[in-house]
Each structure stands twice: as C-alpha cells, then as structure tokens.
C-alpha cells in the first residue's frame, strides 16, 4: 500500500504539485496526509497520522526529501523507524529520487542528503540574521509596531487624568485596553 505525504510552509502555497505527483505515483486520494507547517516545525499532525497509518510491507511516498524531515537528524531517525517497522520510502523528485534506504549506500546517500538540506536551512537562517542586524545597526526597530504613537499617549494621559477609565479610553482611542496599560506604563516610565 502506498501512503503519501505533503506540506506546505504557509497557507498562501498550494498543494497541488506535490498531490498531481502523490497521484500519479499512484498514491490513492484518501491515503494523502498534509501538514501547513514549516519545514523546522515540529508540529506536524499530517505526518504523525500518516507515520501511524503505514504497516509493515507499506511505502511512504513524499514529492521530496525537504517537505518530509525538519532536519537531519529527524530525516535519520525517521528512515530508521520506517526501517525498523519494515516499511519503504519513495522519493518522487530531487535530489532523494530513486532512492533505496534498505541498501547501505541509500542509507549514506539519504545521510548525505539530509546534511546538505540542513546546512542550507543554516545558511538561510544566518543570512536573515545577518539582515536583522545590518538594519538595527542604522537605526530600524523590528517588530510589530506601536499601536499608540507618543503623540496618541499624551491624550491618554489626559483623559485618565481626568478620570476616563481605561475601557472607556481604548474604545475612544480605537485600540484594547492592553495597549492603553502598556501605552500609559511606557508614559510613566518616561515621566519618571
């Protein structure tokens, strides 16, 4: 029996390359499990019911290696569980395609793979780092911003001031009660 597995990273992507691929590799319908969830994400309800529904004799199909394991490590200990339970994988493209993990060179190569994965997912990650930095070094502030602008907390000020309840003040200001705490703190703080 063939079981599938997919995923996308956001919900802005499609699944439907990888589902075209899963059918013709002739993976029924109702035996495609689908995660929306980031490659390092350990949350993966799909891939932990698909891993459940696969018996010994059965063969997990993924479009490619990188939607299947988070990192090397998780792609190592998965092809030893599918191993330990007598079940094959079949990688439909890329780099993993073709693959046979019963054999020691499949087993290097699926090793190799998977390193190669993971340094890439590092490169990115440090790249985005080295971004992040660059930009706080002239000046930019990540993060979501402010709700209430330093000339919106003035009036908040004055309207608790004037005995306006918080409720009363964010309804006015257009914005929740956490953010008038938060923005009348920060006053405060500034004050003192």
Not at 57 to 66: E, I, Y
Not at 108 to 114: K, N, R
Not at 172 to 178: P, V, Y
């Amino acid at each position: 029996m063939l079981l599938g597995y997919q995923r996308v990273s956001t919900k802005d992507q499609k699944f439907d390359l990888q589902y075209d691929a899963l059918l013709a590799a002739g993976v029924p319908d109702r035996y495609i499990y689908a995660d929306v969830a980031s490659g390092a994400s350990q949350a993966r309800p799909g891939l932990a019911q698909c891993l459940k529904a696969l018996h010994p004799g059965d063969t997990l199909v993924a479009w490619r290696l990188d939607r299947l394991a988070r990192s090397s490590l998780h792609l190592l200990e998965l092809v030893q569980d599918l191993l330990a339970r007598d079940i094959g994988l079949r990688i439909l493209d890329g780099a993993g395609a073709s693959l046979d993990i019963t054999t020691s060179q499949g087993k290097f190569i699926i090793s190799m793979l998977a390193a190669v994965a993971e340094f890439e997912r590092e490169m990115i990650r440090e790249r985005v780092i080295a971004g992040i930095e660059a930009a706080r070094a002239r000046g930019h502030k990540g993060g979501r911003r402010e709700k209430l602008s330093p000339a919106q907390q003035a009036p908040a000020q004055a309207l608790l001031r004037s005995g306006w309840t918080k409720t009363k003040i964010a309804q006015t200001l257009g914005c929740s009660r956490t953010t008038v705490y938060k923005a009348l703190a920060q006053a405060k703080a500034v004050v003192e």
